[in-house]
């Protein structure tokens, strides 16, 4: 079946370590997508992909950086800059434009 | 930029009918999404309204007005299943990116 998987389902991390979130998918979209969702709050854009080697930063980048070396994969490093990690982190995929995004279920990364 | 406005919280009867609305103010336009997302999952694609009109789905219906700025989602026959948060997002002209409101969160009562 075609989809998209997130990995870890959940993942704690220490003070001062980086941690990397997975997403694959086998969909053959272009567009790849990362969000993050707090209690109470809509999804808001980490960073995005058109293309493979190609990514933009979205609204709330700073302290998550990632790579795009492949068409199927987009993981997202949590970096120790980030000071308020704890979140639902959801990726998705699309099409392109007017397309809908397609989501993951989703990684709960939590502080020790 | 984009600004998007949905009720917090609704709470309807089983087999009623529930609207929920949508207001935008973006600097683009190019379609309206509506998502269900279920606690603790991922969110499902269940409209896409880029011309104004109703789209009806099953018991759903998406209903949009460009010049309002304005959209809803309508069940009928609501079921317990339908208890879940429904998030409305908005593309801009050309891009890729989607603008998601906070979500209504529905719950359905006997």
């Known amino acids: 079946d075609g989809g998209i998987t997130q990995s870890p389902k959940y993942l704690f991390r220490k003070e001062g370590q980086n941690v990397t979130l997975s997403c694959e998918q086998n969909?053959?979209?272009?567009?790849m997508y990362w969000y993050r969702q707090d209690p109470g709050q809509g999804l808001r854009l980490i960073y995005y992909s058109q293309i493979v080697n190609d990514f933009q930063k979205g609204d709330i980048a700073e302290g998550y950086s990632v790579s795009r070396e492949k068409k199927e994969s987009f993981p997202l490093t949590v970096t120790s800059a980030q000071k308020n990690p704890t979140a639902f982190y959801l990726c998705a995929s699309g099409q392109g434009v007017g397309q809908p995004q397609h989501f993951g279920d989703g990684t709960r990364l939590s502080i020790l | 930029g984009q600004n998007i406005d949905q009720p917090t919280e609704m709470t309807a009867t089983e087999g009623a009918i529930v609207q929920i609305n949508c207001t935008y103010q973006?600097?683009?336009?190019?379609?309206l999404f509506w998502y269900q997302q279920h606690a603790g999952e991922a969110p499902t694609f269940l409209s896409y309204?880029?011309?104004?009109g109703l789209e009806e789905k099953g018991r759903f219906s998406s209903f949009l007005s460009r010049s309002k700025g304005y959209s809803y989602l309508l069940l009928k026959e609501l079921q317990m299943k339908d208890s879940a948060s429904y998030l409305c997002?908005?593309?801009?002209?050309?891009?890729?990116?989607?603008?998601f409101g906070k979500g209504t969160k529905l719950s359905v009562i006997p």
């Open positions: 973006t600097s683009g336009f190019n379609g």
């Open positions: 997002a908005v593309t801009g002209a050309g891009s890729y990116q989607l603008t």
């Open positions: 969909l053959n979209h272009d567009a």
């Open positions: 309204n880029v011309l104004d």
